[in-house]
């Protein structure tokens, strides 16, 4: 009888705010039910999504869990802003994982853990500018004020 092992393929932590995290596992042989977890640094565990099974891979994502920054406060000076923003991203996190997993005959197997650790980084041009004071929930981080964007005016607008 041959055992379905399962091995991790170059996990990384979060990089930026919000970013998401895939974890790629490379299974040889057949495994169903392969339930990854992972927990965040304020202790919520999240069951990552099946994004996609290419032969003996099977990738799951972890969407929007890098760690986001409070905005900035009413009373908070730009330069005090950046200077914690600038301590925030010297910050180690981790995000330890797991996962379990079935054969075809539905035995059980795992579960198997690590750790993912790193820092998120702000990006430099919010270091070097003012920085908007609101982030809207889910939405990517807007950009300072004097930095082109790739969004396209639609023609009814010009």
């Not at 990552?48 to 409070?70: H, K």
């Not at 005090?80 to 005959?105: E, G, I, K, M």
């Not at 270091?127 to 929930?137: A, G, N």
């Amino acid at each position: 009888m041959s055992v379905p092992i399962i091995s991790l393929n170059n996990p990384l932590p979060p990089r930026f705010p919000g970013e998401q995290v895939v974890l790629s596992f490379y299974t040889p042989l057949p495994v169903t039910n392969l339930v990854p977890k992972l927990t965040l640094p304020d202790g919520r565990v999240l069951t990552g999504t099946l994004g996609s099974i290419s032969g003996s891979q099977q990738n799951f994502g972890f969407p929007n869990i890098g760690a986001i920054p409070d905005p900035k406060g009413a009373t908070e000076t730009d330069v005090d802003y950046v200077a914690r923003l600038q301590q925030f991203q010297q910050v180690v996190r981790s995000y330890p994982w797991s996962a379990t997993w079935t054969d075809v005959a539905n035995n059980p197997y795992g579960a198997i853990d690590g750790v993912l650790s790193g820092k998120v980084l702000i990006p430099s041009s919010f270091l070097r500018s003012p920085v908007p004071s609101r982030r809207m929930p889910g939405r990517p981080w807007p950009a300072p004020s004097g930095c082109k964007t790739s969004a396209r005016t639609p023609p009814s607008s010009r």
